[in-house]
């Protein structure tokens, strides 16, 4: 009996051999490979979605579909324009190519001419060249989309013109495309073409105009474009105060959400490749389940045993799997978790340094006359900077614990950008002898004697 159970689970195995050979016969097209690729990009996936496309542009290539082909190129161009924008032009340049040896569709042509413009402008920008590649490119996009009335992408090919003439530096320019880019653009394409607005009248210090556009955007459940909104208002609200030191202090703070922001993406890029490789594994475990029943049911109804036994062990399984499915979701709203608390960390931070404003505004007062600041106000003074500036001078008096006091309210005075002669006015000496007080200090103290080097340049280190 037992030899003829064995005998007759050989034969199961056999028949399982032979389906999955068939099923082999068949391999995969490019055109499931993208989709697979885009897929996986669409859940954050990024290394996974590189693979697959290199994979497409190889079968595409094979089976001389240009279509896919150029397609891929293009998705992989885009998934490396952060990392490597060098190698997203490079990729981009044989998108293009591809199309132009074999056009299928005026749209897509705008779309490449348009993202190889704005890479060669990324590179441009980077090593400080010429944004003349980028301008040809789309200008050339531009020509074709107005040409063949495609609203859409004439919003698209403005808005990237807009950028690159903000980082030109010719703000007017790029406010000018930024409007024609706004007066064409539909509902979903106008955050774009906003965003280049805003940033051109903040660059220009006309703030008001700057608050309207970002208050425009509505971010809806894009959490890094409601980051971008906030932390510009943010900076609109302290360059209003004036408060210009403690400016960069807030974008520290900001940065440290787009850090949160970057992990929640990389959590979740895990949690999608480990949910991927489940649920190949529940496709090929429910695959093999049905092949087995199909075949050891026809044989003799004596292998339902072995079949039984294997389901229990699928179900086992799956159930194991739906439990590490919970972890890694519980994981992910962790991490939106600390996302919301940074947020608040950052509101409370504002709101610190505007509950602290008369203490400024006293010490930039301008003229010749005495300032006087009180032992509490000094110490507002130390706090505020110590929340803003990673307990800065607290660290100092740690390492310089022989520093006096006169010397530490120095630092201090210095770090915030006052002026040699408000200093003079609350230490009552002369400019001159502040500037032999900060001579000495950073010889004496800090060990210094380079002097290209200032007590500021040292502070800020």
Same mark, same amino acid.
């Given at each position: 009996m037992f030899t003829k159970t064995v005998y007759i689970f050989m034969i199961g195995v056999?028949?399982?051999?032979? &389906?999955?050979?068939? *099923?082999? *016969?068949?391999?995969?097209?490019?055109?499931?490979?993208?989709?697979?690729?885009?897929?996986?990009?669409?859940?954050?996936s990024v290394r996974l979605g590189e693979s697959l496309l290199r994979k497409t542009i190889r079968l595409a290539e094979e089976s001389k579909d240009w279509h896919?082909? $150029?397609?891929?190129? *293009?998705?992989?161009?885009?998934?490396l324009s952060q990392s490597n924008p060098e190698e997203a032009l490079r990729l981009m340049k044989k998108a293009l190519a591809i199309y132009e040896q074999h056009p299928?569709?005026?749209?897509?042509?705008?779309?490449?001419?348009?993202?190889?413009?704005?890479?060669?402008?990324?590179? !441009?920008?980077?090593n400080e060249g010429s944004f003349n590649e980028a301008l040809s490119f789309i200008h050339r996009a531009y020509d074709v989309a107005k040409q063949k009335r495609m609203n859409d992408m004439m919003c698209q090919t403005l808005t990237s013109l807009a950028n690159i003439a903000w980082a030109k530096e010719d703000y007017r320019q790029a406010l000018d495309y930024a409007h024609q880019a706004e007066s064409v653009a539909t509902d979903n394409l106008r955050p774009g073409p906003l965003q280049v607005l805003a940033r &051109?009248?903040?660059?220009?210090?006309?703030?008001? &105009?700057? #608050?309207?556009?970002?208050?425009?955007?509505?971010?809806?459940?894009?959490?890094?474009?409601?980051?971008?909104?906030? &932390?510009?208002?943010?900076?609109?609200?302290?360059?209003?105060?004036?408060?210009?030191?403690?400016?960069?202090?807030?974008? #520290?703070? +900001?940065?440290?959400?787009?850090? +949160?922001?970057y992990k929640a993406l990389e959590q979740k890029d895990q949690y999608y490749q480990e949910t991927l490789r489940q649920?190949?594994?529940? *496709?090929?475990? #429910? $695959?093999r389940s049905q092949?087995?029943?199909?075949?050891?049911?026809?044989?003799?109804i004596a292998s339902l045993i072995v079949i039984s036994a294997m389901v229990l062990v699928v179900r086992y399984r799956m159930r194991a799997q739906r439990q590490e499915k919970r972890q890694l979701q519980q994981e992910a709203e962790h991490q939106q978790t600390m996302l919301h608390q940074a947020n608040e960390v950052v509101a409370f931070l504002q709101n610190f340094i505007l509950e602290r404003t008369e203490v400024m505004k006293k010490l930039n007062q301008s003229g010749d006359s005495l300032i006087t600041l009180k032992p509490h106000e000094w110490n507002e003074i130390e706090r505020t900077l110590n929340a803003i500036d990673n307990n800065r001078f607290a660290n100092l008096r740690e390492q310089y614990p022989n520093m006096q006091e006169d010397d530490i309210r120095l630092c201090i005075l210095t770090r915030l950008g006052i002026s040699n002669r408000t200093?003079?006015?609350?230490?009552?000496?002369?400019?001159? !002898?502040?500037q032999h007080r900060k001579l000495k200090l950073k010889k004496d103290v800090f060990g210094e004697t380079n002097p290209d080097i200032t007590l500021e340049q040292i502070l800020t280190k």
């Open positions: 056999l028949l399982v051999a032979y &389906s999955c050979k068939q *099923q082999d *016969q068949h391999p995969q097209t490019a055109k499931a490979c993208l989709e697979e690729a885009e897929a996986a990009l669409a859940n954050d896919t082909n $150029y397609i891929a190129y *293009q998705r992989l161009a885009e998934a299928d569709d005026d749209h897509n042509y705008v779309l490449l001419l348009d993202y190889a413009g704005t890479f060669a402008a990324q590179v !441009a920008f980077i &051109s009248y903040l660059s220009l210090n006309m703030l008001d &105009s700057a #608050e309207t556009v970002y208050r425009k955007i509505n971010p809806a459940d894009d959490v890094h474009l409601a980051y971008i909104v906030q &932390s510009n208002l943010a900076k609109i609200a302290l360059r209003r105060m004036g408060a210009t030191q403690v400016e960069d202090s807030v974008a #520290e703070a +900001f940065d440290q959400i787009e850090d +949160f922001y649920e190949m594994e529940n *496709q090929q475990l #429910e $695959y092949m087995y029943a199909r075949t050891l049911f026809i044989i003799v200093i003079g006015n609350i230490y009552c000496i002369t400019v001159s !002898a502040v």
